[in-house]
């Protein structure tokens, strides 16, 4: 026990020296790090307008409210394309996501040497771009819209459906599929009534929970042209119309915990 | 496989296979009217989705050979031309993740502790579980677009952004942690005689700390993944740089920014996963 003598008696310390000194170097290391780190990004700041920020926000409020409800009809139209921008690119990431999270795990995969590495690329590279960024780069490529939405939230999840299921495979109970490969099944009949009954309830967790996050996603990819509501945001930022912007974001405000709930609801069926 | 399936399945094989019971798969939906109601109301709400898409295919074919530029950028990336702009971003976007992650951290323990049922009292529980309903519920791009506006373009207002994301991920994880405690050496403690920042400090800090540690460097990575997609909103950092680069077109320049994040988040992830093992 790190003790302390101090005359004649021992007292209880909290850390023993040598320790506390590595505790105080990492200190001065840590706050070092983040003065010049400050340093550096702050030296193109303008102090004026931060200053004035408290002024700004106060005026930004002030303009939010009330919010334009009589805005509210035109945000039906952009609120289906979101919903449909997250469900359909759910779908289309869930038929990729598959067969890469079956080519991916350690125990489904026909070559952990060739196969498996590449699957496992396919699911960092969809992982590691934010479905904006991907949203961005399909808007330059096949034009803004609905479209684009679907296709970046389908690349964006592909990843994210694929990591967690083949996780879910690996982790599989292996007696069932020795029960299904001992009455002489195929490859694919193993696959078909060892493998996947097992999983099924996991991928149904993570496919709504895939869903939900891509619904509050699909809100604001529209900010970078790819359909929605984020595009009837963008043209209200635009034009400095903030009663509108409060409004549009009750909407998906509302949107998002509907979807939440029900990804909850069917997540606690399943699971 | 359970009977019962077996006996489900057996009345619907029919008449002329009552001398052979054939098993079959249970459907994932019992009820059968339930079934076909799922059934019809999907295929329902996919005509309609795929009606409304509106998919314009003369610009897809068009974009087909912009999309087959932009895999050429990213094959032979392009670090040069465009070198200083990448640094700028890439020094903001690195800067701001470090800043706002610390400061995050800071103001999220308080926070964190306030909002953990077993130590704080119901008012000021009440209040952190508010400010952490608050953060987590904004999506950290509206939040950005809110900052430019009142602080005005430029890394400091990403800097908030991220402080403030960092807040509502950090406190919740935390606050539950410190409810997950074993309650047997805090109630060592408090029989010592000890004070409420007693408690705090010999109770309940050595057993939250090492997933406080493993959670800031996840949320390091996070923060440098999000800096760089809040630069589109004009918050700076890398995704500012990104932004213009495909607005310019630049796609060799956006090939060589995106391989940057992606080499950046990847070595983040491992580094992280790794320093996460290390203090737990």
Not at chain 1, 99 to 125: E, G, H, K, Q, Y
Not at chain 1, 227 to 248: E, F, P, R, Y
Not at chain 2, 22 to 38: E, G, K, Q, S, V
């Amino acid at each position: 026990m790190p003790v302390a003598t101090a005359v004649n008696k021992l007292v209880w310390r909290h850390r023993a020296p040598r320790r506390q000194l590595a505790l105080w170097v990492s200190w001065f290391a840590l706050v070092s790090l983040f003065v010049f780190c400050w340093r550096v990004m702050t030296k193109d700041t303008m102090w004026s307008f931060v200053w004035d920020a408290p002024r700004q926000a106060a005026d930004i409020s002030d303009r939010m409210f009330p919010p334009a409800l009589r805005y509210f009809p035109e945000l039906l139209a952009p609120l289906w394309d979101t919903i449909n921008i997250a469900t359909l690119g759910t779908l289309i990431a869930i038929v990729i996501a598959v067969p890469v999270a079956f080519l991916a795990a350690r125990n489904t995969t026909p070559s952990p040497r060739m196969v498996r590495p590449l699957a496992l690329l396919t699911i960092v590279a969809s992982r590691s771009i934010n479905s904006l960024i991907w949203g961005l780069l399909l808007v330059t490529i096949v034009g803004p819209g609905v479209f684009a939405g679907v296709i970046a939230i389908a690349l964006r999840s592909i990843g994210f459906i694929a990591k967690l299921l083949y996780e879910a495979i690996e982790e599989i109970d292996a007696s069932q599929v020795d029960a299904i490969t001992a009455t002489g099944a195929s490859r694919l009949q193993v696959l078909d009534y060892g493998v996947v009954p097992q999983v099924l309830p996991a991928f149904a967790g993570i496919s709504v929970f895939r869903w939900d996050i891509n619904i509050r996603e699909s809100t604001v990819l529209g900010l970078v042209g790819a359909g929605g509501l984020g595009l009837k945001l963008q043209a209200s930022l635009n034009t400095l119309a903030w009663s509108q912007v409060t409004t549009i974001l009750l909407v998906i405000f509302a949107t998002v915990a509907v979807s939440e709930w029900i990804s909850a609801r069917v997540r606690h069926a399943v699971i | 496989m359970p009977e019962s399936n077996a006996a489900r399945a057996s009345p619907e094989i029919g008449p002329n296979a009552i001398t052979a019971r054939i098993w079959r798969r249970p459907p994932l939906i019992h009820n059968r009217t339930l079934r076909w109601a799922c059934g019809a109301g999907a295929f329902m709400y996919l005509t309609l989705a795929l009606a409304s898409l509106h998919i314009n295919w003369r610009r897809v074919y068009d974009g087909i050979e912009r999309g087959w530029r932009l895999i050429q950028g990213f094959l032979v990336p392009d670090f040069l031309s465009r070198w200083g702009d990448i640094a700028v971003g890439m020094q903001e976007s690195l800067t701001m993740t470090v800043t706002s992650t610390l400061v995050g951290v800071l103001i999220s323990v308080p926070i964190g502790i306030g909002a953990a049922r077993n130590i704080a009292p119901l008012p000021i529980y009440f209040l952190c579980r508010g400010i952490i309903a608050v953060s987590r519920s904004l999506q950290e791009i509206i939040v950005a677009i809110f900052f430019v506006a009142m602080f005005g373009f430029g890394p400091f207002a990403g800097f908030l952004t991220l402080s403030f994301g960092t807040i509502g991920f950090l406190s919740k994880l935390l606050a539950e942690d410190i409810e997950d405690i074993d309650e047997s050496q805090a109630e060592a403690i408090r029989a010592t005689g000890a004070g409420w920042w007693q408690l705090v400090n010999y109770g309940i800090q050595p057993q939250v700390m090492p997933r406080l540690l493993g959670l800031s460097c996840y949320r390091l990575d996070i923060n440098f993944r999000e800096s760089a997609v809040i630069g589109i909103v004009g918050a700076g950092g890398i995704g500012a740089t990104l932004n213009t680069a495909i607005d310019r077109y630049e796609f060799n320049s956006a090939g060589a920014i995106l391989i940057l994040i992606i080499a950046i988040v990847m070595m983040s992830e491992y580094f992280s996963g790794y320093a996460r093992k290390w203090v737990q």
